[in-house]
């Protein structure tokens, strides 16, 4: 084993060698990413995504280049395995279009939006059952059978939505 010590770990030269390595080793990474791309949008082949991200193993920044092929390409992740993916968004119009945009945003610089996974809201909600609970009372005024469970909620629910959307009282001065 090498002797660790100041002498031998600070040195500028080989800090260069390391930099200069990981750039051209991200390249590479990079360019076989984007042939990965292009075989599972072009060709449904998600074989070269996988060996790309089996080939770095542990080593690698693993989930940002499966977030970048996913992002760009007709991936998604089962267990721990990229498959295939079909997208409206990537058709025989815009697969060269997705491969500039991977191209123009390597995996190294890739910062994926988050988008929330579940969104709700809940005054739109009560606003859907008041509706609901109207054309209920519709149909039974003419005279059509409708089956209404808890119906006593209706009138608590439209008061609840009034001081909802009641403007806040201001304090008097």
Known sequence: MTTLNVTT???ATKLQV???ALSSVADEIHEYGLFALQQANEYGNVTY???LIDALG???DVARIEKWLMHFGK???KGNKLVYLARKDINAETIDNMLVKADETPWYDFTEVTHA???VDFLTLLKSAIKKGQKAEELQAEGKEVDVKHAELLADIKAMVERMEAPAATPAV
């Open 49 to 51: 995504g996988n060996l």
């Open 9 to 11: 770990q600070n040195s």
């Open 75 to 77: 991936f998604k992740m």
């Open 117 to 119: 996974k579940f969104s």
């Open 58 to 60: 542990k080593k690698g």
């Open 18 to 20: 390391i930099r200069v």
